[in-house]
């Protein structure tokens, strides 16, 4: 009996390690990997998934990622897995850091262009269509990237605004 009153508060946890509006979006995403609507990601949902991209992978990639998770991959590890990702992440505090090197004025601001060319020509270089993609999520505004923002985003800390 401890164990099942263990096992259900764990899987609780689990939902409420993220914002409601998080879940819903981490749902859909599972949806449109489950691509048969079994309710468990499989090797064929996976290549289905990235055949639809225009991508085959080798089935010994695909086999890595489902191994990721400890067991079938239902909506609940989904989420789970999604936990331990972001909770793995840099702590807030270097990620912020990281980005105040290049604010001189200390402001919390850069300048779209400035991070632009930063993005595309330092270390893992970003094509065109990566910075087109980061800017669609990006806090920009006036020319400006609000990265104390971004940060919090990236974290899953930002409230919702009907919360």
Known sequence: MAEDKKAQRATTNVFAMFRQAQVQEFK?????????????????DLKDMYSNLGRIPPDAELKEMLAEAPGPLNFTMFLNLFGEKLSGTDP???IRNAFAMFDDEGKGFLPEEYLKDL???MGDNFT?????QTWKEAPLEKGKFNYNEFVSI?????EDESQ
């Open 92 to 94: 807030e505090d270097t």
């Open 28 to 44: 859909e995403a599972f949806t449109m990997i489950d691509q048969n609507r079994d309710g468990v990601i499989d090797i064929e």
């Open 119 to 121: 993005l595309q020509n």
């Open 154 to 158: 990236l974290k899953g800390k930002q």
């Open 128 to 132: 065109a269509d990566e910075v087109k």
